[in-house]
Structure formats: structure tokens, C-alpha cells
């Protein structure tokens, strides 16, 4: 008898699955975010590394929340992707290492703004204070 898993991004949001879309251009940093998430019950749509996939997977896939880099690599960067991503209520927490620009040209868009480096337990604590249910941003 064969079983088919099922494929997690197909799964309805709820609180035990809520679906974070990551954009980080670095490779090992992302592929460690995502295993820190994923380990915390999150579902994980990506890693992306470039503003365009980040748009195209989260068409395919509407996320509950989004980690954004605003260095990503391509035409289009973090912010413009939180923009995007704020016009179609998803809330933004940018992962970056330029906090002034994140400050100066992104504020409006982020729900929240971490410094990298940043510890494992600060972005748990930041996403599930973004994602509690009834949190005004």
C-alpha cells in the first residue's frame, strides 16, 4: 500500500500551521531559519532568495506572514516585496542587517525589524507575536 504525504503548503492556515514565507539571499542562513521554523510547527514557503520569486510564491501560495531580507537579490528588493506584500494584508517582519534603511524606507511596511545577527529565540518570539490572533499592526 503506498501513502502520499501531504504536501504542507496545501494545508489551510490555522495556529498550528500558519505559513511564513522566507526571502533571504543567503543560502545558509535561510536553509537555518527555515529549519528553526519548520522544528516550531511553522510551514515554511520557500526559502526565496529574489523579490520575484518571493511574489510568485506567494501568489502560489498565500502566506500567513513573511520574513524578508531587504537585500534581496534582482530587480526587486525586501521593501518593494513588503510593499507588495502589505497591500494584500500580509503582515512583514524585515530580517537585515541595514536597520537604518529598513527604518528609513520600510517602516511603513514591517510589523516588525530585526537585526541580524539575530538569535533563534527572538525570531520565534517575533513571529508569534506578529501571528497572535487579534494583533493590531
Known amino acids: 500500500m503506498m501513502y502520499l504525504a501531504e504536501d504542507p503548503l496545501?494545508?489551510?492556515?490555522?495556529a498550528g500551521s500558519s505559513r511564513i514565507l522566507l526571502c533571504q539571499d543567503d543560502a545558509v542562513v535561510a536553509l537555518h531559519f527555515q529549519a528553526v521554523l519548520e522544528t516550531s510547527g511553522y510551514v515554511v514557503v520557500g526559502p526565496v532568495c529574489t523579490g520575484t520569486e518571493a511574489l510568485v510564491e506567494a501568489d502560489h501560495h498565500p502566506p500567513d506572514?513573511?520574513?524578508?531580507?531587504?537585500?534581496?537579490?534582482?530587480?526587486?528588493?525586501?521593501?518593494?516585496?513588503?510593499?507588495?506584500?502589505?497591500?494584500?494584508?500580509?503582515?512583514?517582519?524585515?530580517?537585515?542587517?541595514?536597520?537604518?534603511?529598513?527604518?528609513?524606507?520600510?517602516r511603513e511596511f514591517a510589523a516588525d525589524i530585526l537585526i541580524k545577527p539575530v538569535s533563534d529565540g527572538v525570531i520565534l518570539e517575533?513571529?508569534?507575536?506578529?501571528?497572535?490572533?487579534?494583533?493590531?499592526?
Open 65 to 106: 506572514l513573511a520574513l524578508v531580507d531587504i537585500g534581496l537579490r534582482g530587480a526587486i528588493d525586501g521593501i518593494s516585496v513588503a510593499a507588495e506584500l502589505a497591500s494584500r494584508a500580509v503582515p512583514v517582519i524585515f530580517l537585515t542587517g541595514d536597520y537604518q534603511r529598513a527604518c528609513l524606507d520600510g
Open 126 to 137: 517575533a513571529v508569534a507575536s506578529v501571528l497572535q490572533p487579534g494583533r493590531q499592526c
Open 10 to 14: 496545501a494545508m489551510s492556515s490555522t
